[in-house]
């Protein structure tokens, strides 16, 4: 079970925060660096229709995508509005497709797409009541998935704050072990390239956090 949804300040659409209030569900507005939601281990970004276009002409959409598959377990990107997303604006259908394409193929990304600011709250909602279901319990992890120990390594790595898959094989190559790994200090961990002060912390800090059970 899961106390509450996160929800970073800079979500500006307050329809969504009143809908899930009116349901009761538990939020708390705080700073997050990669996704408006999390849910549990899940990052959740959300856009409207015209927002995703701006976002591939000016590229934000790639670093976005970038921060949530780094961050998170699992993420999610919403897709909201009613509009034809072909006919919002001057841009060739090919380079939307694509985008789209490489999104849930490329970086194993679902995209949920969302009518208004209401049905989207609706999806935190469904989510949110699936982890406290008593009758559904959700694995974060897909256990099809490790082939190898190699690969499971890489996978435990990846869960640590900001390690993507490069970087847990960077990890893994330098250190040798996961055990190697969560007994490093931070200065051992910024020799790794890509790993400055902040990351090597939010790192530490997660691996030396005292566990306590969502009731």
Do not use: C, W
Request: charged share 25%; proline share 3%; glycine share 4%.
């Amino acid at each position: 079970m899961i106390n509450q949804i996160l929800i970073d300040h800079r979500e500006r659409n307050i329809e969504i925060i009143k809908e899930l209030e009116k349901s009761q569900i538990p939020i708390k507005i705080t700073n997050l660096n990669s996704a408006d939601f999390i849910i549990s281990n899940i990052g959740i970004e959300r856009k409207t229709k015209s927002d995703f276009l701006n976002s591939i002409i000016d590229k934000r959409i790639i670093t976005q995508i970038k921060g949530l598959k780094e961050s998170f377990v699992k993420s999610l990107l919403i897709i909201e509005g009613k509009e034809n997303i072909y006919s919002i604006r001057d841009f060739h259908p090919n380079s939307i497709r694509g985008m789209i394409s490489s999104i849930v193929l490329d970086s194993n990304i679902p995209i949920i797409y969302t009518e208004s600011p209401r049905d989207t709250a609706g999806f935190l909602k469904t989510i949110y009541n699936r982890f406290n279901s008593t009758k559904t319990e959700i694995s974060l992890v897909n256990k099809k998935q490790f082939i190898t120990s190699e690969k499971q390594q890489e996978f435990i790595i990846q869960s640590l704050p900001g390690i993507g898959p490069s970087l847990s094989k960077s990890l893994l190559r330098n250190f040798k072990s996961i055990k190697n790994i969560v007994n490093a200090d931070e200065k051992d961990l910024m020799n790794i390239n890509k790993i400055g002060k902040i990351k090597a912390k939010n790192i530490k800090n997660i691996l030396n956090t005292i566990y306590k059970e969502d009731l």
